[in-house]
């Protein structure tokens, strides 16, 4: 019969299960999983498939359940996976005699209840059970190597004796710290992340929602390519089917997953590149997924391609090398962006889910300065009076290679006529079977002249999978805030809305039909009119509205009625949300919604910022014409006619309209920034809408191209003012330069001529984006959030402002809490206990990972150290801000957080917003005996050595972390505590003792050794300190 593991298990209990047949069982259900995970994935010692040289044996079984755990361990399985996959296994009738494997059936009994999540009062049992079943048999080397993965995570009596320096009082004969032996759970159960669908790749979701393992013949050098060419073609007929079953499959995507799709197939269609580059990389995924030999020019290309996917340190010169091969960082990053959507090996596996998150990221960065610059360029080619070369503007061929993979494997290709949009390069086996569920089988498609014609609503489908509707775009963020739940609900619905046309709120539960609006984002508080009454706007009867300097309120209904995108309804906050409340029912509407922000916002179809004090986009234009031609020339390798770049260098002195260019105030630059890209309320609405449009007075997009093609969002801009992240071209490609044919067709004769891209408005630009944080935009985590709304301005209740963007909000809509108008008003520096404890619930480690602002060590350290003067109240420097103006750094690891260490759950901020530690993990600490050459060399912010007296945190590369703690101001112990681990690195804080039991934060650090979490691990030790 066939069951799975949670069935096998009750069987067992029954004793319907014999030995031989419960030992069977355990090697069928690794097997199944295994052939889950793919054949074609690379292995590692301890993660080979179970040998079944005899099957009803019990060495098989043991390394089957070895393979489980290790599955376990490198997190390889999500529970849905492991619980549901079935698996074949005989039970009989009557009652069997009990199996006498006992640690076998308490082990796997063990594993089964960590991913059902079951509570207990004692996790460590269950991986005693399971540590005991697996070391049942060890004589078999592949099992030994299992073992080594799974030693590496259980707690062993520590190196550490009651003679060590570390564990003698500091004072009155009172330890500090004593060693802790407890198992680290964090690589076992902490396995949530699999729950999140938008760590799977695209590959995964379609096998997944087919009910298939598409079981390939890989009879090439490079296997995996053909199982993923048919992936990638059923998820192209996704997009043009209208069936159920496809429709339905496009709505399981979440928005990273789609957006990604989008990206890829804008690519597949050369869309906003030279059609020939796309068409040389999808030439290379055809050869690798057809049977026989590559040439040797594929082969370098689609191996070095996958090393840089697998190893950044390598990164930057494979980079090189695709971008010199096929044309393009544009180019080269989707090519990696494909790979890691559709390779199998990256269908499972944390590491691969941390690189596939890293490269969406990139590659919607670089499409969005590839989208924005090609449009650019061709405008800027028009101006001059120069058309584009065929193929320019519309860069899809007219007769596209339609390859198909005959029966016997080989490739062949064939033509026919398409119209744009198109899909081409599609290729099946024809005779490829999908071996899965039979419960719904995926159809095998072969595209070839007779049917690669699309009908015109499967190009319109196609044209909404890339381009979105009419208004909407892709933009350089993949995602927002993804630790949102995006319901889509009508409980997501703002309470009032704006009828356009009518002209008053109205109740949006009461609308029938699909709701579709506008969230406008602007600001106004410090522009309020003291002692001014508010006043009464036609449309709004239930409240009044505070008048403001900005804008006339009373004209609002006919300033709303111009908004873009003609929807029917509008949010904007003075209209939608009560002012000043004093009826109960509006007091709880007024409050509910203020903690609705994120659901408002998100629910949005369109959000526009509305900068009520610019008149045009001017300059801002002028720099974004500057910087896309910087990102041809520099990135692509492209050389630009003299005319082009003479056009685009032109009006150097324009300022930005973001900066009052009129304002004396000169030496204070963030006074002459526009008050929305300064208020805390509005970045919290860009951090949940980071493809906020941004409009005028008048509500002119800012956009580019002809007739503003293209409309560049707040995202967009940020990825073009950093250029994207783009690695440059190999030198070879740069040596040559062109001059202007008759057709606008670029010719390489001479030195090129290379754009001057410092201008007045280029250099706001970038001075706008580091004053307001605005740089770190894309790839923001919750902690990175808090970090930077630090430096925003908010008159009152900060933790309102804030808290919808990172998610806390329960101490908030506690029914228990304080009501609206209840709470104490927080100076602009500090924010409720109870918020930032749950802050500090919800964002774990990340919470303490921000690196200290420059000057702020020098006076809190120098009193408790040199006068003896000990800061006794909390200073805060655990928390993800200052106390001050003072900005601080976001943390390391930049987006990608690996497993917190487990003993930072513990922690708890106390009222004087210090943290108490009763648990650490210590990866080192002053005077401890290390391991001979253990090498752990970190980047570090902290002070420098050479100067420790200076007390300045700066950033030092290259530092080995033992001498470092046992060097710095060596009068009191140091700390090197762990925050994160797993996912290739390990990054923590570095801790300084002022007196017995207090310490203060003084850096941060990442060990940039690759994969030295391997070697060396953060112990956990049971410790009574009081963080300040």
Same mark, same amino acid.
């Given at each position: 019969?066939?069951?799975?593991?949670?069935?096998?298990?009750?069987?067992?209990?029954?004793?319907?299960?014999?030995?031989?047949?419960?030992?069977?069982?355990?090697?069928?259900?690794?097997?199944?999983?295994?052939?889950?995970?793919?054949?074609?994935?690379?292995?590692?010692?301890?993660?080979?498939?179970?040998?079944?040289?005899?099957?009803?044996?019990?060495?098989?079984?043991?390394?089957?359940?070895?393979?489980?755990?290790?599955?376990?361990?490198?997190?390889? @399985?999500?529970?849905?996976?492991?619980?549901?996959?079935?698996?074949?296994?005989?039970?009989?009738?009557?009652?069997?005699?009990?199996?006498?494997?006992?640690?076998?059936?308490?082990?796997?009994?063990?594993?089964?209840?960590?991913?059902?999540?079951?509570?207990?009062?004692?996790?460590?049992?269950?991986?005693?059970?399971?540590?005991?079943?697996?070391?049942?048999?060890?004589?078999?080397?592949?099992?030994?190597?299992?073992?080594?993965?799974?030693?590496?995570?259980?707690?062993?009596?520590?190196?550490?004796?009651?003679?060590?320096?570390?564990?003698?009082?500091?004072?009155?004969?009172?330890?500090?710290?004593? *060693?802790?032996?407890?198992?680290?759970?964090?690589?076992?159960?902490?396995?949530?992340?699999?729950?999140?669908?938008?760590?799977?790749?695209?590959?995964?979701?379609?096998?997944?929602?087919?009910?298939?393992?598409?079981?390939?013949?890989?009879?090439?050098?490079?296997?995996?390519?053909?199982?993923?060419?048919?992936? %990638?073609?059923?998820?192209?007929?996704?997009?043009?089917?209208?069936?159920?079953?496809?429709?339905?499959?496009?709505?399981?995507?979440?928005?990273?997953?789609?957006?990604?799709?989008?990206?890829?197939?804008?690519? %597949?269609?050369?869309?906003?590149?030279?059609?020939?580059?796309?068409?040389?990389?999808?030439?290379?995924?055809?050869?690798?997924?057809?049977?026989?030999?590559?040439?040797?020019?594929?082969?370098?290309?689609?191996?070095?391609?996958?090393?840089?996917?697998?190893?950044?340190?390598?990164?930057?010169?494979?980079?090189?090398?695709?971008?010199?091969?096929?044309?393009?960082?544009?180019?080269?990053?989707?090519?990696?962006?494909?790979?890691?959507?559709? @390779?199998?090996?990256?269908?499972?596996?944390?590491?691969?889910?941390?690189?596939?998150?890293?490269?969406?990221?990139?590659? *919607?960065?670089?499409?969005?300065?590839?989208?924005?610059?090609?449009?650019?360029?061709?405008?800027?080619?028009?101006?001059?009076?120069?058309?584009?070369?065929?193929?320019?503007?519309?860069?899809?061929?007219?007769?596209?290679?339609?390859?198909?993979?005959?029966?016997?494997?080989?490739?062949?290709?064939?033509?026919?006529?398409?119209?744009?949009?198109?899909?081409?390069?599609?290729?099946?086996?024809?005779?490829?079977?999908?071996?899965?569920?039979?419960?719904?089988?995926?159809?095998?498609?072969?595209?070839?002249?007779?049917?690669?014609?699309?009908? *015109?609503?499967?190009?319109?489908?196609?044209?909404?999978?890339?381009?979105?509707?009419?208004?909407?775009?892709?933009?350089?963020?993949?995602?927002?805030?993804?630790?949102?739940?995006?319901?889509?609900?009508?409980?997501?619905?703002?309470?009032?809305?704006?009828?356009?046309?009518?002209?008053?709120?109205?109740?949006?539960?009461?609308?029938?039909?699909?709701?579709?609006?506008?969230?406008?984002?602007?600001?106004?508080?410090?522009?309020?009119?003291?002692?001014?009454?508010?006043?009464?706007?036609?449309?709004?009867?239930?409240?009044?509205?505070?008048?403001?300097?900005?804008?006339?309120?009373?004209?609002?209904?006919?300033?709303?009625?111009?908004?873009?995108?003609?929807?029917?309804?509008?949010?904007?906050?003075?209209?939608?949300?009560?002012?000043?409340?004093?009826?109960?029912?509006?007091?709880?509407?007024?409050?509910?919604?203020?903690?609705?922000?994120?659901?408002?916002?998100?629910?949005?179809?369109?959000?526009?910022?509305?900068?009520?004090?610019?008149?045009? %986009?001017?300059?801002?234009?002028?720099?974004?014409?500057?910087?896309?031609?910087?990102?041809?020339?520099?990135?692509?390798?492209?050389?630009?006619?003299?005319?082009?770049?003479?056009?685009?260098?032109?009006?150097?002195?324009?300022?930005?309209?973001?900066?009052?260019?009129?304002?004396?105030?000169?030496?204070?630059?963030?006074? @002459?920034?526009?008050?929305?890209?300064?208020?805390?309320?509005?970045?919290?609405?860009?951090?949940?809408?980071?493809?906020?449009?941004?409009?005028?007075?008048?509500?002119?997009?800012?956009?580019?191209?002809?007739?503003?093609?293209?409309?560049?969002?707040?995202?967009?801009?940020?990825?073009?003012?950093?250029?994207?992240?783009?690695?440059?071209?190999?030198?070879?490609?740069?040596?040559?330069?062109?001059?202007?044919?008759?057709?606008?067709?670029?010719?390489?004769?001479?030195?090129?001529?290379?754009?001057?891209?410092?201008?007045?408005?280029?250099?706001?630009?970038?001075?706008?984006?580091?004053?307001?944080?605005?740089?770190?935009? @894309?790839? *923001?985590?919750?902690?990175?959030?808090?970090?930077?709304?630090?430096?925003?301005?908010?008159?009152?209740?900060?933790?309102?402002?804030?808290?919808?963007?990172?998610?806390?909000?329960?101490?908030?809509?506690?029914?228990?809490?304080?009501?609206?108008?209840?709470?104490?008003?927080?100076?602009?520096?500090?924010?409720?206990?109870?918020?930032?404890?749950?802050?500090?619930?919800?964002?774990?480690?990340?919470?303490?990972?921000?690196?200290?602002?420059?000057?702020?060590?020098?006076?809190?350290?120098?009193?408790?150290?040199?006068?003896?003067?000990?800061?006794?109240?909390?200073?805060?420097?655990?928390?993800?801000?200052?106390?001050?103006?003072?900005?601080?750094?976001?943390?390391?690891?930049?987006?990608?957080?690996?497993?917190?260490?487990?003993?930072?759950?513990?922690?708890?901020?106390?009222?004087?917003?210090?943290?108490?530690?009763?648990?650490?993990?210590?990866?080192?600490?002053?005077?401890?005996?290390?391991?001979?050459?253990?090498?752990?060399?970190?980047?570090?912010?902290?002070?420098?050595?050479?100067?420790?007296?200076?007390?300045?945190?700066?950033?030092?590369?290259?530092?080995?972390?033992?001498?470092?703690?046992?060097?710095?101001?060596?009068?009191?112990?140091?700390?090197?505590?762990?925050?994160?681990?797993?996912?290739?690195?390990?990054?923590?804080?570095?801790?300084?003792?002022?007196?017995?039991?207090?310490?203060?934060?003084?850096?941060?650090?990442?060990?940039?050794?690759?994969?030295?979490?391997?070697?060396?691990?953060?112990?956990?030790?049971?410790?009574?300190?009081?963080?300040?």
């Amino acid at each position: 019969m066939a069951g799975n593991v949670a069935t096998f298990m009750e069987d067992v209990k029954r004793g319907r299960i014999s030995t031989s047949n419960f030992l069977e069982g355990i090697s069928n259900f690794a097997q199944e999983l295994d052939l889950f995970l793919g054949a074609s994935r690379e292995r590692t010692p301890g993660n080979q498939p179970p040998n079944h040289g005899g099957r009803d044996g019990l060495q098989p079984a043991v390394n089957s359940f070895v393979a489980l755990t290790v599955m376990t361990c490198a997190k390889q @399985l999500p529970p849905h996976i492991f619980l549901n996959t079935p698996f074949s296994y005989e039970k009989t009738q009557a009652e069997c005699e009990p199996i006498p494997q006992l640690a076998l059936v308490n082990g796997l009994e063990s594993l089964l209840q960590i991913y059902l999540r079951l509570p207990t009062s004692k996790p460590l049992q269950r991986w005693a059970n399971i540590a005991a079943a697996a070391n049942f048999s060890v004589g078999d080397q592949q099992v030994t190597g299992g073992l080594t993965v799974i030693r590496e995570h259980v707690g062993q009596p520590g190196d550490l004796t009651t003679a060590d320096p570390i564990l003698q009082a500091t004072t009155s004969g009172e330890a500090i710290l004593e *060693a802790s032996q407890r198992v680290d759970l964090a690589d076992f159960e902490n396995i949530e992340g699999h729950e999140d669908s938008d760590s799977y790749s695209l590959g995964l979701m379609v096998e997944q929602f087919h009910g298939v393992r598409r079981d390939c013949v890989e009879d090439d050098s490079l296997p995996g390519y053909r199982r993923a060419f048919e992936n %990638w073609n059923t998820l192209l007929r996704s997009f043009v089917s209208d069936s159920i079953n496809h429709q339905k499959f496009r709505s399981t995507l979440s928005t990273p997953q789609l957006n990604s799709a989008r990206l890829l197939i804008e690519w %597949w269609n050369g869309e906003i590149d030279d059609q020939s580059t796309s068409e040389k990389a999808f030439q290379a995924f055809e050869r690798a997924a057809g049977a026989g030999i590559l040439d040797d020019d594929t082969f370098q290309i689609l191996k070095i391609s996958e090393s840089a996917i697998a190893d950044e340190e390598r990164r930057y010169y494979q980079q090189r090398f695709i971008s010199g091969a096929l044309g393009t960082p544009y180019c080269t990053f989707m090519f990696l962006l494909y790979q890691v959507e559709f @390779l199998p090996y990256h269908y499972s596996g944390q590491l691969s889910r941390k690189v596939l998150s890293g490269q969406r990221m990139r590659a *919607a960065k670089i499409a969005a300065c590839q989208r924005i610059a090609t449009t650019c360029y061709k405008s800027l080619l028009k101006e001059c009076g120069l058309e584009p070369r065929p193929g320019d503007a519309n860069p899809r061929p007219s007769n596209p290679k339609v390859y198909r993979v005959n029966g016997n494997g080989a490739t062949v290709a064939g033509s026919g006529q398409v119209t744009a949009p198109l899909i081409r390069g599609v290729m099946v086996k024809e005779d490829s079977q999908c071996v899965g569920s039979t419960a719904t089988t995926a159809q095998n498609i072969t595209l070839g002249a007779e049917n690669i014609n699309l009908s *015109a609503d499967e190009r319109e489908r196609l044209a909404i999978a890339i381009h979105g509707d009419p208004g909407s775009k892709i933009g350089a963020a993949i995602s927002s805030c993804h630790w949102l739940e995006d319901t889509g609900a009508q409980d997501d619905l703002p309470y009032y809305l704006w009828d356009v046309k009518q002209r008053r709120t109205v109740v949006a539960r009461k609308i029938t039909g699909e709701v579709q609006y506008t969230a406008i984002s602007h600001t106004w508080g410090r522009w309020r009119i003291p002692n001014s009454p508010p006043v009464r706007v036609d449309g709004v009867n239930r409240w009044m509205i505070p008048e403001n300097s900005k804008f006339r309120v009373k004209e609002l209904p006919e300033i709303l009625a111009s908004v873009p995108f003609a929807l029917p309804y509008v949010w904007f906050d003075l209209l939608c949300i009560p002012q000043k409340p004093t009826d109960q029912d509006l007091i709880k509407i007024a409050k509910r919604e203020i903690g609705r922000q994120a659901r408002i916002f998100r629910r949005a179809k369109f959000a526009l910022a509305w900068l009520n004090d610019i008149d045009s %986009w001017e300059g801002l234009q002028a720099a974004i014409r500057r910087l896309s031609i910087r990102y041809l020339q520099e990135g692509n390798g492209s050389e630009v006619p003299k005319p082009v770049l003479d056009l685009a260098m032109q009006n150097a002195d324009l300022p930005l309209e973001i900066f009052d260019s009129t304002s004396v105030q000169t030496a204070n630059p963030e006074k @002459l920034m526009n008050g929305w890209f300064s208020s805390l309320w509005t970045f919290q609405e860009l951090c949940l809408r980071p493809d906020m449009r941004l409009c005028t007075k008048d509500w002119n997009i800012l956009a580019v191209g002809e007739n503003g093609k293209t409309i560049v969002g707040m995202d967009d801009l940020i990825a073009l003012a950093e250029g994207g992240n783009f690695t440059q071209v190999s030198q070879s490609r740069a040596e040559e330069s062109p001059e202007l044919g008759a057709s606008g067709k670029l010719q390489s004769t001479h030195t090129p001529m290379r754009i001057e891209v410092r201008s007045k408005a280029t250099e706001q630009l970038w001075e706008l984006l580091d004053l307001s944080g605005l740089e770190f935009l @894309l790839n *923001a985590s919750r902690a990175t959030i808090l970090t930077l709304g630090n430096q925003r301005y908010c008159e009152e209740d900060r933790a309102k402002a804030i808290m919808s963007a990172i998610d806390v909000v329960d101490w908030y809509n506690n029914p228990k809490g304080p009501d609206i108008e209840e709470i104490p008003p927080e100076s602009p520096d500090q924010y409720p206990l109870a918020f930032l404890r749950e802050a500090a619930k919800k964002i774990g480690a990340d919470f303490y990972a921000s690196s200290l602002a420059e000057g702020e060590l020098l006076e809190m350290l120098v009193l408790s150290l040199n006068s003896g003067e000990v800061q006794r109240g909390g200073v805060g420097s655990m928390a993800p801000f200052t106390s001050s103006l003072l900005s601080r750094a976001p943390s390391f690891s930049e987006g990608y957080t690996g497993t917190d260490h487990p003993a930072v759950s513990t922690w708890e901020m106390l009222p004087d917003k210090s943290v108490e530690i009763r648990e650490a993990g210590i990866l080192s600490y002053s005077g401890q005996n290390h391991p001979e050459n253990r090498n752990l060399t970190c980047d570090i912010v902290a002070p420098d050595l050479s100067e420790p007296a200076s007390l300045l945190v700066q950033v030092h590369k290259n530092v080995d972390l033992d001498t470092w703690v046992d060097s710095f101001i060596p009068t009191t112990k140091n700390f090197a505590v762990c925050l994160h681990h797993n996912l290739g690195f390990l990054d923590g804080i570095l801790l300084k003792e002022l007196s017995s039991g207090e310490l203060i934060k003084v850096g941060t650090y990442m060990i940039t050794k690759r994969n030295a979490y391997k070697d060396v691990i953060a112990k956990t030790y049971k410790v009574r300190w009081r963080v300040l």
